[in-house]
């Protein structure tokens, strides 16, 4: 008997299994697998590089998008993302699913690539590299009309923003001709099929068509038997209102191949394009993706030159290129429009058209454009007289509007061009271009030589009068403070035209150069002389208003260097001893003068004199006045209501329905207006809102902006941001201050989505409107509520003006200082000097000193990197500046003394506090020098007053405290009480007679 084998123990074999796993080959096997895993995850990479290199994987996104995506790349991308995910660009692949018949009733539309298409072809080319460059438009699948057809599913082929076909490059199969003719059988017997319902026979036929444009075609040249076929199903597609499909298959037909114009109009292209133009959104605005995609297919290319069907192609492209102007910045594909339809012109029908699109281009505030169209083509053309005047009328507005540019160049080509029937040239055309060119530089010698080239071209003998056009050089001769050579031109006048001798507005230039020389008897004299003369060409027809504009300009002088008490004698001496009518412009400087010392006695005393004079006062004077007292001159609201309730009860004419918003948005902008506690009139004002507004059914801009700002200002954004949703679904147009206030309602409102406000924004922009101001907005609120660390919010600011600037949005000058400022706090003071600079120039203002933001984060900044030349710059801009008397200003400057004051001791400190000290000199004396003035303006005002008191009462007039006593009894500064001081002892006793036109008046 054998023995037994030996059975080891469980403990045994516990201990071998440890051993096992503890050796090298255990270790071998653990890792193998992680070397497999790893291979694994790289081959998924290496797919997914590939798969993204291929061109139907992208979508063709916009370039405005795909410079928000690398602006939104920087940093962390997850963290400050702000934008939602509906404008992100869809792909390109292209399915469509039919509904079934009788529910829904849409066309075939893209939206995805179908199960059964061929898997896109693996291609060596980086991302970067297949990265579309062209914009894309939106999507058009709500643009068609809708009709009915059974359930199907198209494979439409990929189009680019461009319209170029995207194919794959894998391996094309060999096309014989007995495939062509078997493919194209193919098609035309579906489409003569009778067995078929007539949709499903159109729907095989564009499956079909699509397939094989893209698997056997890709890139080569249709042959003509091809464009036939896609002629036919474009035909067959707009027979039955399918406009849609047959747009999709004239853009698969131009991209592959290149068509003469027989070949182009045999689709029914314009049928096309007119379908586009069509397209409307529920605001009755055009879509911007409908008309590029209009405009793509109006500027195909042909083999030739150009032919056929002028007089539709005209009509197209005036269409198109108004429509191209309106849309916001981009690709100026309106200069391609203007040449495809000047091509197929006669010359005759060039000039009109031409001079028509420089019209176009000034109307719609492209200056440069028009200029240069009249420069390159209209300028070497024969037009009649009625497109000439037109043109050149809005080619010369066009350099004013460029403020001078081009204005040589222009001259010039008046002096070339062929006048019809020899037609003289308008004397208000030399008159503005010499006029512009002045504004350009305010350079007298630069213009001197551009009047001597008028000369040169003949151009005043082919004017009809052109005595004007010297005394446009009086003119500027005397604004430039050229005397000498105001002579010269003056005498050289007077004697080629002897009877200028006797004219009034002459007469004004060289009264406007002695007010300037502060000769004001002088002055006196040259209007009597031109009364006299005024009441002689009264006879003749002359010109009524050059009397009164003349004095306009005097005053405008003797306003800027007299308080506001000399002005208003100035004038009452004017109209009542010379007969000078009372300009608009003449009520408005005399109140705004009252407006800037805050005299409202006096401003009302000059509202009333006006008033009961008769003069050309209305309410668009009173509402521009009224304006200022609550947007410029600070007039608390109580003082501004009552002001408007004189002047209600003073003239009723005088209030309108501009004058209730001003109140009301006055009323809801105070800060210390509490509604509860106004009177029942005060009451009224504000809420003197359309009840229409507030539900929101009205199409009025003005009353809802009204609804919604009352209701932002009793702490309901929610209302706010539900009217102006109603009021757009009710038809109103777009309105950039509506969408202002609903954006900052939108982020005010504590309930509502945090993506909500930039909603509003995408659909306005996506519509074409301005938005800048809501950009403003949001970005301030976004700014003030930032709590983050440093490096993260200079990221945080960086990409949230970087996504708004890649769509072409232009970034409000307060919005960048405000980021100066916070870049102030975190200490970047390098960023923030160079964040107010570029606020400067965004503001267009050549000063450093254009907002108060702008100087206390450079006041900061430049103290602390101790920038001497740069703190001199800003001082020096600051006595030129509106703030240069300013109170926080003041305390900005005394501040930074306090904090230079502390730092080391160091030549640049020394150097710096030397500079502070004298600017806060100049703006206590500043100051003072006003308050002197206000408080000599209060005197003499009370004075008047008690004097016409007592003239009406028949008593003896109180005799009013001297000035000096008014202001000892209140408390001021020793060192402001100084230069009080020393003004008060060189001001003049008031003179009772001086005044005495005023008393008359009832003042």
């Not at 516990?14 to 291979?39: K, P, Q, W, Y």
């Not at 094989?212 to 890139?219: D, G, N, V």
């Not at 002088?522 to 060409?537: H, N, S, W």
């Not at 009353?703 to 700002?709: I, P």
């Amino acid at each position: 008997m054998a023995p037994p084998f030996l059975v080891p123990s469980k403990a045994a074999i516990h201990a071998l299994r440890g051993i096992a796993l503890g050796t090298s080959c255990a270790i071998g096997v653990i890792v193998e697998d992680r070397r497999r895993r790893i291979s694994t995850l790289r081959t998924a990479i290496e797919n997914r590089r590939k798969l993204r290199s291929a061109k139907q994987y992208h979508s063709a996104a916009g370039a405005a998008m795909s410079q928000l995506d690398e602006a939104l790349s920087v940093g962390d991308e997850s963290r400050w993302r702000h934008l939602d995910d509906g404008i992100r660009a869809r792909g390109d692949e292209a399915i469509v699913s039919a509904p079934p018949r009788g529910k829904s009733t849409k066309h075939a539309s893209a939206s995805s690539e179908p199960a059964t298409s061929p898997p896109p072809p693996i291609s060596t080319q980086t991302k970067s590299s297949s990265r579309p460059v062209h914009p894309r438009p939106a999507p058009l699948e709500n643009f068609h009309q809708p009709t009915p057809f059974p359930q199907t599913r198209i494979n439409f082929p990929p189009v680019n923003a461009c319209g170029s076909l995207q194919v794959s490059k894998a391996v094309i199969p060999m096309l014989t001709p007995e495939k062509l003719d078997e493919l194209v059988t193919t098609i035309t017997g579906i489409l003569a099929s009778k067995r078929i319902q007539e949709q499903e026979r159109i729907n095989r036929a564009l499956e079909r068509f699509f397939e094989f444009s893209r698997i056997y075609y890709a890139f080569k040249q249709f042959d003509e038997e091809w464009i036939a076929v896609s002629a036919q199903v474009s035909k067959v597609c707009l027979s039955k209102g399918r406009y849609e499909d047959a747009s999709k298959v004239l853009t698969t037909t131009i991209a592959a191949s290149s068509l003469d114009e027989l070949q182009f109009f045999a689709h029914g292209p314009l049928s096309i394009i007119h379908y586009h133009l069509r397209q409307r959104d529920k605001n009755k605005q055009r879509y911007p993706a409908a008309i590029a995609a209009a405009s793509r297919l109006f500027l195909t290319r042909f083999k030739e030159k150009p032919r056929m069907h002028p007089t539709e192609i005209v009509a197209v492209g005036r269409t198109l290129f108004s429509l191209n102007l309106e849309l916001p910045t981009g690709t100026p594909i309106f200069h391609d429009i203007f040449w495809r339809v000047l091509v197929v012109l006669e010359e005759k029908e060039s000039s009109k058209f031409t001079g028509w699109a420089i019209r176009e281009l000034y109307r719609h505030g492209n200056y440069k454009s028009a200029v240069k169209y009249f420069l390159l083509n209209f300028s070497k053309m024969n037009p009649t007289n009625q497109t000439y005047h037109k043109t050149v009328d809005s080619v010369v507005y066009s350099v004013e509007g460029l403020e001078g540019q081009k204005a040589e160049l222009v001259l010039r080509a008046l002096g070339r061009m062929d006048r019809p029937s020899h037609r003289l040239l308008e004397t208000q055309w030399i008159m503005r271009l010499l006029r512009a060119h002045w504004d350009r530089d305010q350079n007298f010698q630069t213009l001197k030589a551009f009047f001597e080239e008028v000369l040169s071209l003949g151009l005043v003998n082919k004017v009809k009068y052109p005595e004007a056009v010297y005394r446009t050089m009086v003119e500027l001769s005397i604004k430039a403070g050229d005397v000498d050579a105001a002579r010269s031109y003056h005498e050289e006048l007077i004697q080629k035209y002897p009877k200028m001798a006797m004219d009034v507005a002459l007469k004004g230039f060289i009264a406007l150069g002695l007010a300037k020389a502060g000769d004001w008897d002088g002055v006196f004299d040259a209007f009597t002389e031109m009364r006299t003369l005024r009441r002689q060409q009264s006879l003749r027809h002359q010109r009524e208003n050059e009397y009164d504009d003349a004095f306009v300009m005097i005053l405008k002088e003797f306003a800027g260097t007299h308080p506001v008490a000399e002005v208003r004698d100035f004038v009452l001496r004017y109209t009542g001893a010379l007969c000078v009518r009372l300009h608009p412009y003449t009520i408005t400087m005399v109140a705004n003068k009252y407006g800037d010392c805050h005299d409202m006695p006096g401003f009302l005393a000059w509202i009333e004199h006006c008033s009961r004079a008769g003069s050309a006062i209305d309410s668009s004077v009173f509402n521009s006045l009224l304006h200022n007292c609550w947007i410029k001159w600070k007039v608390p609201y109580p003082e501004l209501h009552r002001l408007y309730s004189k002047i209600q009860q003073l003239d009723r004419t005088l209030v309108d329905d501009v004058t209730r918003r001003i109140m009301s948005q006055a009323a809801l902008s105070s800060k210390t207006t509490n509604a509860s506690k106004l009177t029942p009139a005060a009451r009224s004002v504000i809420s003197a809102v359309n009840k229409l507004a507030n539900a929101g059914r009205t199409t009025n801009r003005r009353d809802v902006y009204e609804a919604m700002n009352q209701e932002l200002s009793c702490g309901k954004p929610a209302a706010a941001v539900t009217i102006y949703k109603r009021a757009l679904r009710f038809g109103m147009s777009y309105c950039r201050h509506c969408l202002r206030l609903a954006v900052s309602a939108a982020l005010q409102n504590p309930n509502s989505d945090p993506n909500s406000a930039m909603s509003l924004i995408h659909d306005a922009h996506n519509q074409g409107g301005d938005v800048s101001s809501a950009v403003s907005v949001y970005l301030m609120f976004q700014l003030e509520h930032l709590q983050a660390k440093s490096n993260d919010t200079i990221l945080y600011m960086r990409n949230l003006v970087s996504q708004f600037e890649a769509l072409h949005v232009v970034i409000d000058a307060e919005v960048i200082s405000h980021m100066a400022r916070v870049c102030v706090k975190l200490h970047h003071f390098e960023r923030a000097v160079a964040l107010c600079s570029v606020a400067m120039d965004r503001s267009g203002s050549g000063s450093l000193c254009f907002s108060r933001q702008n100087i206390r984060a450079l006041l900061v900044a430049y103290s602390q990197l101790l920038d001497v030349e740069g703190m001199r710059k800003l001082l020096n801009d600051l006595p030129a500046s509106e703030f240069a008397a300013d109170k926080p200003v003041l305390h900005y400057l005394k501040s930074t003394k306090r904090t230079v004051q502390r730092f080391p001791q160091s030549a640049k400190r020394d150097t710096l506090l030397d500079m502070l000290k004298p600017a806060i000199d100049g703006i206590l004396e500043r100051r003072a020098t006003n308050q002197t003035q206000m408080n000599m303006i209060s005197q003499k005002t009370l004075r008047i007053i008690e004097d016409a008191l007592a003239d009406m009462q028949g008593e003896k007039k109180p005799v009013a405290p001297r000035s000096e006593d008014r202001f000892k009894k209140k408390p001021v500064a020793p060192r402001f009480q100084a230069i009080l001081n020393k003004q008060l002892q060189h001001q003049d006793s008031p003179n009772d007679d001086y005044y005495s036109p005023l008393v008359a008046a009832g003042a």
